[in-house]
């Protein structure tokens, strides 16, 4: 975690230079499922908050770095195939995602980038009885660190306030699953991300007027 926050910290400090430089936050939710537990739909809902600082590159063109919480995993209903009642599973990650960002003149953004990940916390349940993870061997056991690519898209109401979707897939395993009928047992994170942002400076934005 340490590397995280001296990762984020560095950036700021190479980007404090530029000429056109600020910050923002972000707030929002997931919605996700894991890909190889044999169960689908997006019903797991989880928190999604970061504060960012990004860096104008060139006209219309920008980069950022975010650090960022997010919640994970992996819910169902009554699963007759796989659990007798209730499964859940709940990770929490600590992210940077670093993104490259597109602005056209009437407030859409259309951003694409690469996130390191770091498991903070993890949970599961089955039956609501939650797992002992000391019991499984290490393939089984979720990795520590990940890295995932996003791809997003955002409206801008207003210069400094926008809305975001985004989509966000495991690179790798964080962890392979015996009791899964996946191939290779591979289990990878995918979600979708809904977030509203702010912006200290604010981006410009020209907006064609309708003409009476």
Request: hydrophobic content about 35%.
């Amino acid at each position: 975690m340490k590397s995280i926050l001296i990762l984020f910290l560095l950036f700021i400090n190479i980007i404090a230079n530029a000429q056109t430089f600020s910050g923002g936050v972000n707030l929002g939710f997931n919605a996700s499922q894991v890909d190889g537990d044999d169960l689908s739909g997006f019903h797991k809902l989880g928190l999604n908050a970061s504060v960012m600082t990004f860096v104008d590159i060139a006209k219309n063109i920008s980069t950022s770095l975010e650090l960022q919480f997010s919640q994970k995993g992996s819910q169902s209903g009554f699963s007759p195939e796989k659990y007798s009642n209730s499964y859940r599973l709940k990770t929490d990650y600590l992210e940077l995602p670093l993104m490259l960002h597109f602005t056209d003149k009437g407030g859409m953004q259309f951003s694409g980038g690469i996130s390191y990940s770091r498991l903070i916390n993890y949970r599961e349940f089955v039956d609501k009885i939650e797992l002992d993870y000391s019991l499984l061997n290490k393939n089984e056991s979720p990795k520590k660190q990940n890295f995932n690519y996003i791809l997003g898209i955002s409206y801008f109401m207003t210069s400094k306030v926008s809305i975001s979707i985004r989509f966000d897939h495991s690179i790798k395993a964080f962890r392979y699953s015996t009791i899964s009928n996946y191939p290779n047992f591979r289990q990878v994170h995918r979600l979708v991300s809904v977030r509203l942002q702010y912006i200290f400076r604010g981006i410009n934005i020209q907006r064609h007027k309708k003409q009476f």
